[in-house]
């Protein structure tokens, strides 16, 4: 596998997390949005393993793996779960409206790729370009928990977010340490089950996981 | 030489006028087939306009020239369409008479008359299939512009002939931006050319039809027409689509002999796109007519992932 | 004097001042004064057209002083192309609509004197000749004003009706703000040009300065403000639609089509001419602003169900329109990219032509149906194909022209326009290629929009069956009015179909203006292909696509022909129900409903169902009745503040008036004093 494919393959995937991350934003199905999720991890694992190939930094093939048995297997089995046990399966609503949303997505991903520029020139790594989609992935994650109501969505899209942060670091400066990288997996295991713990609380005490139900634990004047 | 050129500019237009029928024909065998239905076979589109051309035209009272002049146009133009569009080469004396989007203009101006035709007989229905006609054109065209413009800003030229030429000399290499455009366009070709799930081709129901209600008044041979010019802008759509994506097969500049060869690719070609066609109509339901702008935003994001892919990663 | 195009149009403007001036002499004889008047009309303006044409055509430049004015301060004018392509623009409509005028004007009822309609018609004309021909600031601001107010009084035409007088009144007061705002850029410029005297305010000595950045931006967005208001850019745009419908129909064919445009020539002149060098982000706030005006006026205009003021809302979008080739021309030019600057350049003039024919076919087919229906409100209309089967022919031509469809003129330059968005990867600054195709996304949904909305206007006015409540008896227009349209209309078409010849003839602007030229590579292949970058990058020919669609038309028919058509006349086909009416069918508020809902948050909608009467039931209502109200987003974000605010301070000001004697003379008390303290 020569560089020039490997650049093609890159920018390929890279592309499929943008894709997938669109998708979410968009998805209007709770399930639809963890198989989104289940994809971008994937696609994730790929390109890193991927780069590590053509950089020959062999500690992103275990990163690699480790983003495969964690956001592709463990996570969604677990959101699954959740879903299962507390039995939601319906539509989730969207606070301000899909059109909208998609164009304002749009609109980050002209933002993170002006905002990259100047790294762009002066890298000469070849993943260089992705550096804008990966900057875009984590703002669209951060979109996506702004526009949802539901408690769940907001977790997968913090969940995105930080798919993006690991793409950004992969195609920033091939990866972050090993050690670094072990413990926000770490970190992101533990996150999840608190939320999952978190969910069934909220779920008992509102008995809905609607996020606007929390502005009635403001006092009212 | 000049022989050839005015040889192969009569061949696509026949071949257009014969396999565009052929081709509706084939979708629906492959519906049938994957619907477990018995089919009316391949050629039942041509007996349908045989039977319509003998036919005679039931006219409204107060319909007016406008009525009787749109089958006519709207042939025209799918025809004129045809002789541009490279289907079999690329060597037609008439494309540089129109780039990619005055035939998407083409379409535009068939689309202008046919619902005036709807209006004008001055009932309810040929009016809400106009004003949805109307509605779903103006959220397409954008869309179908923006992933068109993909294609032609990654080989710097508007001219479908042109395109074609410079993706078969250059050699194939998969671009994410070009994935995206593919993907919009099959979006808006679905919605452009009335299929599921945005129109329904084999409905008459009153509040799910939309093409069929703007042309709900023609009968005998406009109707024959107007029904040919539908099958050839199907088969026109899938021709973009495969010049603009695909185009490998195709007779390039001063490549007579390859022609025999570009035909075999253009029925195999086909014969794909209609399998995609039927999995893709048997995949999903039609939807509400107020869910169509999310469908087709849908695809305009597309498109615009697209040009952006362009532009951050080619 | 050697005749040449400056005579030419000293000759056309004297004619038409003199026809203002003569005609009150035909006392009483009102058909007379109307023929004459309007025949000299038609014939100053084709002076006026021939010498834009020739002046265009040989490329000449000839200046001139005139011996009136201020002391010291004569009338400058200048004939250059540039002037010659907008005399061409204004002649030629002014032609067409001053033939109509003579068919139009006769129908005004008897009791209402149209004197003043003449006199004020013709100066509205020669002040609009004389802004293109001004070579100073205060020649050109007389002229600006001229039109102006003879353009005021057309609108009050009508004045009886309170709403006339309101929108006359809103039109004066934008039209002053905005010229208030050109009076102070020139005044920036020619202070500059010449500190301490008074020639600088001929347009020579601006030319000729070195304008200081923040001083030329300063006048650059004085003058796009002053101008952006009389052009009815988004957000200054609400006077057009309230001021444009309710002038007489030649009158709002004159204002739409060309008044408009003199603002597009001051943009054009002051940019690229008096300041010449500016900064890439002028040109991209004039794109942006370009593309805002016509995505919101094309919507806007759907939402209307007045004929007249649909057509006002499209004007704002095809002002829209030019100013994106405009604006695209000055992001070119400020990059240094010469042939691609001349390439937006001839687009955005090439559109300002269309619309002027185009927009004035429409305006005089709308003033034909009112003329013959006596009705401006499409809901009222319907089926008139059947009894004016002229102007709705030609009303359908200028509704494909504006709606950019092939083979007609507008497409050519929304075509052209769409080439210039697609060069934008030569710009060097990524962000700039990136953003400027998205551009060309608003542009097409713009086209497709305008294509929805005059399947609307031609469908609900011409189609179907007469919806009104009264039957007025409906006649076909007379003669004159059938040549004005029917001029414009072949204009359209022949601008749709040889827009090489046009291009190569016009091609002196570009080359004058953004130093370079496109007809080397737009005519490389003769006059049938429009090639405007390379023949491997694009290439039209509208010729070939109309003869060919007319050929496959005329082939399909006759060969369909053949034997004796079948064709039997029946009832519609009314599903068994049996009771169809009139009332049944689309109307234009039904038709446009689903892209109200769609685009809704773009509008402040109310929409309510009433029962009337009221019935002892609200299952079993007897009749329905439904009220919507589309009102502009932008009174209620800019302009009522705007209003609040003059308010709030008159009536502090207003405190100032006591009723007291004693209290007025101690203002002027307190007056003298202060100014005795301060001005010693």
């Not at chain 2, 999903?284 to 990663?313: D, Q, Y």
């Not at chain 3, 030319?207 to 052009?231: C, H, M, N, S, Y």
Request: charge should be neutral; proline fraction near 4%; include cysteine.
């Amino acid at each position: 596998m020569d560089m020039m494919t490997a650049a093609h393959i890159n920018s390929l995937l890279a592309a499929m997390v943008l894709l997938t991350a669109f998708g979410m934003l968009v998805q209007k199905r709770i399930y639809g949005l963890i198989h989104l999720f289940t994809w971008q991890g994937l696609f994730l694992s790929l390109n890193t393993a991927v780069v590590g190939y053509v950089a020959s930094q062999h500690h992103l093939y275990i990163s690699s793996v480790l983003t495969l048995a964690l956001k592709v297997i463990a996570l969604p089995y677990i959101l699954h779960v959740l879903i299962h046990r507390l039995k939601i399966h319906k539509e989730v609503e969207t606070v301000v409206n899909i059109p909208t949303t998609m164009l304002i997505g749009l609109a980050l991903v002209v933002l993170s790729y002006h905002l990259t520029s100047p790294i762009r020139e002066l890298s000469t790594l070849i993943t260089r370009s992705t550096l804008a989609i990966a900057l875009a992935t984590v703002m669209i994650g951060l979109l996506m928990m702004i526009t949802r109501r539901h408690a769940v969505t907001q977790i997968i899209g913090f969940l995105a977010m930080e798919n993006g942060l690991f793409f950004a670091a992969t195609s920033a400066t091939y990866g972050m340490p090993l050690v670094v990288e072990l413990g926000v997996a770490l970190d992101m295991l533990i996150a999840a089950f608190i939320f999952g713990i978190f969910f069934f609380h909220i779920h008992t005490t509102f008995d809905s996981l609607d996020v606007e139900q929390m502005a009635r634990l403001k006092e009212d004047e | 030489m000049s022989f050839y050129y005015l040889f192969v500019e009569l061949l696509q237009v026949v071949l257009l006028l014969a396999l565009a029928p052929v081709f509706l024909g084939w979708v629906r065998m492959v519906k049938c087939w994957a619907q477990g239905r018995t089919s009316a076979g391949l050629f039942q589109p041509y007996r349908d306009l045989a039977k319509l051309f003998a036919k005679e035209v039931l006219l409204a009272e107060n319909a007016s020239w406008i009525f009787r002049f749109t089958p006519y146009l709207v042939f025209g133009t799918a025809v004129l369409a045809g002789a541009i569009v490279p289907i079999i080469t690329v060597d037609l004396p008439l494309s540089p008479s129109a780039d990619v989007i005055v035939i998407i203009g083409l379409f535009a101006i068939a689309r202008f008359f046919t619902a005036l035709a709807g209006m004008d007989i001055g009932t309810a229905f040929g009016g809400m299939g106009s004003s949805r006609e109307m509605m779903i054109a103006s959220l397409a065209e954008p869309a179908m512009l923006m992933a068109i413009f993909t294609v032609s800003l990654a080989n710097k030229s508007t001219s479908l002939s042109q395109i074609v030429q410079v993706i078969c000399t250059t050699g194939a290499s998969i671009k994410p931006s070009l994935a995206f455009a593919l993907l919009a366009f099959v979006l808006i070709a679905l919605a452009e050319t009335g299929r599921v799930p945005v129109d329904n081709p084999a409905t008459h129901l009153e509040l799910t039809m939309i093409h069929e209600a703007m042309i709900l008044e023609y009968s005998g041979r406009h109707l024959a027409l107007i029904e040919w010019a539908s099958a050839m802008k199907l088969f026109l759509f899938v021709s973009i689509g495969i010049a603009a994506f695909a185009p490998w097969g195709i007779a390039l500049a001063n490549e007579m002999l390859s022609l025999p060869l570009a035909l075999l690719f253009l029925v195999l070609k086909f014969a794909v796109a209609g399998v995609g066609i039927v999995l893709i109509e048997t995949g999903l339901a039609k939807m509400r007519i107020f869910r169509v702008p999310e469908f087709l935003g849908a695809a305009f994001m597309l498109a615009t992932l697209g040009m952006l892919s362009f532009f951050i990663l080619d | 004097m050697m005749l040449q195009p400056l005579s030419l149009a000293a000759c056309a403007i004297v004619l038409l001042l003199l026809t203002a001036g003569s005609a009150s002499l035909y006392r009483g004889n009102r058909r007379l004064m109307i023929m004459f008047s309007f025949a000299l009309a038609s014939v100053a303006s084709l002076l006026a057209t021939i010498a834009g044409i020739w002046t265009v055509g040989s490329e000449m430049t000839v200046k001139g002083i005139l011996p009136i004015g201020l002391p010291d301060l004569p009338f400058h004018v200048r004939f250059d192309p540039l002037a010659g392509y907008f005399f061409t623009i204004i002649g030629l409509l002014a032609l067409f609509v001053s033939v109509y005028s003579i068919g139009y004007v006769q129908g005004i009822p008897a009791n209402r004197p149209v004197t003043s309609l003449i006199i004020f018609y013709c100066l509205f004309l020669a002040g609009m000749f004389m802004v293109i021909l001004a070579d100073d600031a205060l020649f050109f601001l007389v002229a600006w004003e001229v039109m102006a107010g003879a353009s005021y009084f057309l609108v009050l035409f009508e004045h009886e009706r309170q709403e006339n007088r309101k929108a006359a009144f809103l039109y004066l007061v934008v039209a002053h703000i905005g010229a208030i705002a050109i009076l102070l850029a020139f005044g920036v410029l020619a202070g500059i040009a010449t500190p301490g005297s008074f020639s600088g305010y001929t347009f020579d000595a601006m030319r000729g300065a070195e304008i200081p950045d923040l001083w030329a931006t300063v006048a650059f967005f004085l003058v796009f403000f002053g101008f952006a208001a009389k052009a009815g850019v988004v957000p200054l745009h609400v006077w057009l639609p309230e001021a444009h419908p309710v002038a007489p129909s030649n009158v709002s064919a004159l204002m739409s089509g060309v008044m408009l445009k003199t603002a597009i020539y001051g943009i054009v002149r002051v940019t690229f001419d008096l300041i010449h060098t500016f900064p890439w982000w002028w040109g991209a706030i004039v794109l942006t602003l370009g593309l805002i005006s016509a995505v919101m006026g094309v919507l806007y205009a759907l939402m209307q169900h007045d004929l007249k003021r649909l057509l006002a809302y499209h004007s704002v979008e095809n002002i829209g329109i030019i100013l994106i080739g405009i604006g695209l021309a000055m992001i070119f030019t400020s990059f240094e990219l010469p042939m691609l600057a001349a390439l937006a350049f001839i687009a955005g003039l090439y559109h300002t032509m269309n619309h002027a024919i185009f927009k004035g076919l429409l305006f005089m087919g709308a003033g034909s149906v009112l003329h013959a229906t006596g009705e401006r409100n499409m809901e009222e209309m319907g089926g008139l194909i059947h009894r004016m089967p002229w102007t709705s022919a030609l009303f359908l031509i200028g509704c494909v022209a504006i709606s950019a469809l092939p083979p007609l003129n507008g497409f050519v330059s929304e075509w052209l326009t769409f080439q210039a968005f697609l060069l934008s990867p030569s710009l060097p600054a990524p962000i700039m290629q990136l953003l400027i195709p998205m551009g060309a996304a608003m542009l097409a949904l713009t086209g497709a929009l305008a294509a929805a909305c005059f399947v609307k206007a031609f469908g609900v006015t011409f189609l179907g069956h007469w919806r009104g409540h009264h039957h007025p008896h409906v006649h076909e227009a007379d003669w004159p009015m059938r040549i004005g349209m029917l001029s414009a209309a072949l204009t359209c078409v022949c601008l749709g179909i040889f827009p090489v010849v046009y291009i190569n003839w016009m091609d002196i602007l570009a080359k004058q203006f953004v130093g370079s030229s496109i007809s080397s590579s737009a005519a490389a292949y003769g006059w049938l292909w429009l090639t405007p970058v390379s023949p491997e990058r694009a290439s039209y020919s509208g010729t070939t696509v109309f003869l060919g669609i007319l050929g496959v038309v005329v082939a399909v028919y006759l060969l369909l022909h053949v034997r004796p058509g079948a064709i039997r006349r029946v009832p519609i086909w009314d599903c068994g129900f049996e009771k169809l009416n009139a009332r049944m069918q689309y109307t234009a508020t039904s038709f446009s409903m689903p892209i109200r809902r769609i685009f809704g948050h773009l509008f402040s909608i109310r929409e309510e169902v009433s029962l009337a009467p009221q019935t002892a039931h609200k299952a079993f209502p007897k009749r329905l009745q439904y009220h919507l109200r589309v009102v502009d987003r932008v009174w209620n974000w800019m302009y009522r503040p705007v209003v609040d605010v003059c308010f709030w301070l008159s009536r502090q000001v207003g405190r100032l008036q006591q009723g007291r004697i004693q209290a007025y003379l101690i203002y002027s008390f307190v007056t003298i004093l202060v100014l005795l303290v301060f001005a010693s």
